[in-house]
């Protein structure tokens, strides 16, 4: 099997554990997500298996739609409901609707953010979660996040309850997200439910769960997405015959080699595409290196040899 399970993580398993699952199911060796989703958050997870596990890193950087809760007042070390408290505030009759969207609307865009103690970022080698169990905290550089769009859905004052929807980048914490504007309000907050809605094109309407794969197997191969489709916005180039052991063995071909190059194809540099043998067999993702002229270099930087 090589492809793309997009998966239904539930509550209360680490992603690992969600992929260690899905190899035992249908027996397979090689299994990775791309992008961890919290323990105690649900939704979408995609396991890329077999030589997908190649392409991770081009999923990795897709947009996430999330959906949350919120509660404010109520501050834990965690960012979240799965944390101990730390700090208890009063929540003012003046926080309403409105002063929780104008605070919304200013983190929108590219923001700093600190990575929380409670997550899986490296510090002189150990894992900052490990830290924080023994009671350790170290200074943390902040990162760079982009937020697409932050949205108010609902906001319950009497029970503090704030429901919200969020798109943004790889790399956002979005219960250090609660925890800042928590504080921007004065009264502290954190995360109280998390559901990953939708990663790049794949949604939470189309994911399978992981007692249905349990109790059917074969719904592994019906709900298998081909590197092709998942892949689906780069360009496609196909090479002749005579060069599809040169893409296999990851040597540089020319555009004489290619039986085809769409118009507007744009070379520049980390720009990637498919390459295909003429027999529509996806031989590997490339990328050209240099130009010469009107003859263009490209060189393979994942070869798909079970394909």
Same mark, same amino acid.
């Given at each position: 099997m090589n492809g793309i399970l997009n998966i239904f993580k539930p509550k209360g398993i680490t992603s690992y554990q969600a992929?260690?699952?899905v190899r035992? /199911?249908?027996?397979?060796?090689?299994a990775g997500h791309t992008g961890t989703l919290d323990p105690s958050a649900s939704g979408v997870l995609?396991?890329?298996i077999g030589q997908a596990t190649k392409i991770a890193e081009f999923l990795v950087g897709m947009e996430k739609h999330y959906q949350?809760?919120?509660i404010l007042g109520i501050s834990t070390d965690s960012q979240d409901s799965e944390g101990k408290i730390v700090q208890r505030r009063e929540v003012k009759t003046d926080i309403d609707e409105k002063r929780i969207k104008d605070i919304f609307q200013k983190y929108?865009? /590219? /923001?700093s953010q600190i990575p929380p103690m409670f997550s899986a970022v490296h510090y002189k080698g150990e894992r900052l979660y490990r830290l924080a169990r023994k009671g350790?905290?170290?200074?943390?550089?902040p990162k760079k996040i982009k937020i697409y769009k932050l949205n108010l859905m609902n906001f319950n004052q009497k029970a503090c309850i704030v429901k919200f929807e969020v798109v943004c980048s790889k790399g956002t914490y979005v219960r250090t997200l609660c925890n800042d504007i928590g504080d921007e309000l004065g009264c502290g907050a954190h995360l109280s439910n998390l559901v990953r809605k939708k990663v790049g094109n794949f949604s939470i309407e189309d994911s399978l769960n992981l007692e249905e794969l349990k109790k059917d197997k074969t719904l592994g191969k019906r709900y298998l997405i081909s590197i092709d489709s998942a892949l689906e916005e780069l360009n496609? /180039?196909?090479?002749?015959s005579e060069a599809t052991k040169t893409v296999l063995n990851g040597g540089i071909i020319s555009s004489e080699q290619i039986v085809e190059i769409p118009k507007g194809l744009k070379t520049r540099k980390n720009n990637f595409f498919k390459i295909f043998?003429?027999?529509g067999n996806l031989l590997s993702i490339g990328t050209s290196i240099k130009k010469n002229g009107k003859n263009i270099f490209f060189k393979p930087v994942k070869v798909f040899r079970n394909n």
């Open positions: 992929v260690k699952e035992n /199911i249908l027996g397979i060796p090689k995609l396991v890329c949350g809760e919120m929108e865009g /590219i /923001i350790i905290e170290v200074k943390r550089s496609k /180039i196909t090479v002749k043998d003429v027999k």
